[in-house]
């Protein structure tokens, strides 16, 4: 998705679909083949109930992007001196 809050950000997601099983090595293979041609991709947080968060509520970290913890509260996000888990 690359929606008007995150112009030139493309998001990926993957559908459970029918068979999570095989759902989840297609999403494995294709995030593989997606890291080794773009190895700048980062990872979005996904929350306990399946959401990804909105952007402006993100932060960028060297290991992907994170959940801002003023903003944790929102998605029931306990929050660490690290930041929200």
């Avoid at 493309?10 to 297609?26: H, I, N």
């Avoid at 996904?46 to 960028?60: A, E, F, K, M, S």
């Amino acid at each position: 998705m690359d929606q008007f809050d995150h112009l030139g950000q493309v998001w990926l997601m993957f559908s459970k679909g029918e068979d999570p099983a095989m759902a989840g090595r297609f999403r494995e293979r294709a995030m593989h083949d997606i890291m080794f041609h773009w190895p700048s991709t980062l990872s979005l947080p996904v929350t306990p109930t399946g959401v990804i968060p909105l952007h402006r509520d993100l932060i960028r970290t060297p290991s992907g992007y994170a959940v801002k913890p003023s903003e944790a509260h929102k998605y029931d996000l306990a929050v660490t001196e690290t930041g929200p888990h």
